[in-house]
């Protein structure tokens, strides 16, 4: 739901309405489960991944082929680790890799998906962390799709500060044949105490097509406060736009509490800073997203007014990183942002919402760019649902990869749908696990 005020009145007979629908989408698929079903082109589904462990979908890349799912498994005999699934244009698996880097015999390594990135000379890198025995670094692996048994990794590590927490959030090709990643590191608790702790600090590092290191800059905004890199998109003259969020001292009715604030900095091809900006609100406010679309900055993130209520938050940035009109999605309960995509019919977002139960849905709608609410959809299974990524085909379907919870199993979840949000093909639940 949206909730402005010029729109509250309307909103709540669609609340009305939509009650109805969401009830029918949970009746349908709370038994959904994988299965081996074939879909035909025009079909739309939800289709279910697994393995023997716990699924996590994370990211997609879709082209005129198949579609590769990028996601996590967990197996209790093995370690965690990334998963490399690909399937044709209707969903049907074609091959499943697992993405064991380097030799884990006798370690404790724990891999887990970020995003990938395709690049222009076709290529495929992949970006995780990794946690080795307590020691928190990135993770880049390049696949090669014609064989994908066959890949090269390396590790992330900072070489511009001396840290011992890493965690990185994005990638993304540039138009100069590499790729950028953001994250933020800090150091903290570091067995050599010589070291002083450190705030969490926005990083990004630029690569060539080669995996080498190009470039490599922190960005901290202020001491005494902890920065966070979440998305990164390429501008103009490579210039990058840094999306995030950073959390400063402030008084609110006269106490003085620690609040987040979205933030975005634009760099040059350097990496170094054109202009740093973050505007204020009362709220938590987190960024979670950044596009470039025909020129102009679109921003996705969220706003927590308090534990229990958080809605969705939608804006523009001029071309000093202002914003335009900020336009939020949600209920009186908690909507999560996962991903957006805009085309030239408005704008998708998908993400997590347990409005109208206790669990969360993974959530889909369509808004225009001055904020009007379209359409929306929720799908519900058994446990708590998030669609992490969403994508428009050229015909208007919509797809959207997530992870869906059946009993003590997570699988990864794609679903798509018409151009409206709507299925032509429900799975069959009979076999549920």
């Known amino acids: 739901m949206i909730f402005t005020n010029q729109k509250f009145i309307e909103n709540i007979d669609h609340l009305i309405k939509m009650n109805r629908y969401i009830i029918y989408i949970f009746t349908v698929f709370i038994l959904a489960c994988e299965n081996e079903e074939t879909y035909e082109i025009g079909d739309t589904y939800i289709k279910f991944f697994q393995t023997e462990g716990m699924e996590q979908g994370v990211d997609f890349l879709i082209d005129d082929n198949g579609i590769l799912l990028l996601g996590n498994t967990d197996n209790a005999t093995l370690n965690s680790s990334m998963l490399l699934i690909y399937t044709d244009l209707e969903g049907n698996e074609i091959w499943q890799q697992n993405l064991e880097a380097g030799d884990n015999e006798g370690k404790e390594i724990t891999d ?27 993770l880049l692996i390049k696949v090669n799709l014609s064989n ?21 959030n994005d990638i993304e ?8 990643i953001i994250g933020e590191v800090r150091n903290f608790e570091n067995v050599d105490t010589s070291i002083p702790n450190s705030d969490w600090n926005m990083i990004s590092i630029k690569y060539d097509v080669g995996m080498n290191l190009s470039l490599e800059r922190v960005n901290g905004f202020l001491n005494n406060s902890d920065d966070f890199g979440n998305s990164i998109v390429e501008g103009p003259n490579q210039n990058y736009y840094l999306f995030g969020s950073v959390t400063v001292e402030k008084v609110i009715n006269g106490n003085s509490e620690f609040i987040s604030d979205v933030r975005t900095v634009r760099v040059n091809s350097f990496l170094d800073p054109v202009w740093d900006k973050k505007p204020e609100s ?25 534990e229990t209520n958080s809605n969705i938050l939608v804006t523009e940035l001029d071309d000093n990183g202002n914003p335009g009109s900020i336009y939020f999605f949600g209920s009186e309960k908690e ?69 869906a919870i059946f009993g003590n199993l997570s699988k990864i979840c794609l ?16 076999e549920k696990e």
Do not use: C
Not at 173 to 180: L, N, V, Y
Not at 283 to 306: C, M, P, W
Not at 415 to 430: A, H, Q, R
């Open 112 to 138: 887990n998906a970020v995003g990938i990135a395709k690049l222009n000379n076709g290529e495929l890198v992949i970006l995780g962390n990794r946690q080795e025995d307590g020691v928190n670094k990135g």
């Open 335 to 403: 909507e999560t942002a996962g991903d957006m995509y805009v085309t030239p019919e408005g704008i998708f977002i998908t993400g997590a919402s347990n409005f109208g139960n206790n669990t969360f849905d993974i959530y889909i709608m369509k808004i225009t760019p001055n904020g009007e609410l379209l359409w929306e959809k929720r799908f519900g299974f058994e446990g708590d649902d998030y669609g992490e990524k969403i994508y428009v085909q050229s015909n208007g379907d919509i797809l959207v990869v997530g992870s």
């Open 282 to 306: 009362n709220f938590n406010d987190y960024g979670k997203k950044i596009l470039n679309y025909a020129n102009t900055r679109f921003v996705l993130g969220e706003q927590h007014k308090s």
């Open 173 to 180: 090709a540039t138009s100069d044949d590499g790729f950028i």
């Open 148 to 168: 994908p048994e066959s890949f090269t990794y390396k590790e992330v590590t900072p070489t511009t500060v001396t840290v011992n927490q890493v965690h990185f």
């Open 415 to 430: 679903i798509k749908t018409d151009k409206d949000g709507n299925l032509s093909k429900l799975v069959d639940n009979s």
